[in-house]
């Protein structure tokens, strides 16, 4: 089965940058686009950023210039770096293929403080 762990969140100040993990396993890598994606408590989840195999990258108008997704398909990882970091980028973020979804990881949150 497909395992997805992601990892790097934390307490941060508003402004910090921080950089979000994914490791993948049980999948060929390579053969799939990623994608992050983040629930903030009471929210539905929603996407974030994706990059596609050859990768081409696309992000949401909330994170776009702001956010930058990248991946190693020999390390079977991909990395979410956050800069000027906002409040409401607050949510547990995850990563997945865009469509459709394997089963979701445990998120690594990320907190954002004003």
């Known amino acids: 089965q497909v395992q997805l762990v992601e990892s790097g969140g934390g307490l941060v100040q508003a402004g910090d940058s921080v950089r979000l993990s994914c490791a993948a396993s049980?999948?060929?890598?390579?053969?799939?686009?990623m994608a992050w994606f983040r629930q903030a408590p009471g929210k539905e989840r929603e996407f974030v950023s994706t990059?596609?195999?050859?990768?081409?990258?696309l992000s949401a108008d909330s994170v776009k210039g702001r956010f930058a997704i990248s991946r190693d398909n020999a390390r079977n990882m991909v990395w979410l770096q956050m800069e000027r970091l906002k409040p409401d980028d607050t949510a547990v973020y995850y990563c997945?293929?865009?469509?459709?979804?394997?089963?979701w990881g445990q998120g690594t949150q990320v907190t954002v403080s004003s």
């Open positions: 997945n293929r865009p469509v459709p979804q394997w089963d």
């Open positions: 049980g999948l060929t890598f390579n053969t799939y686009g």
């Open positions: 990059i596609s195999r050859s990768g081409m990258t």
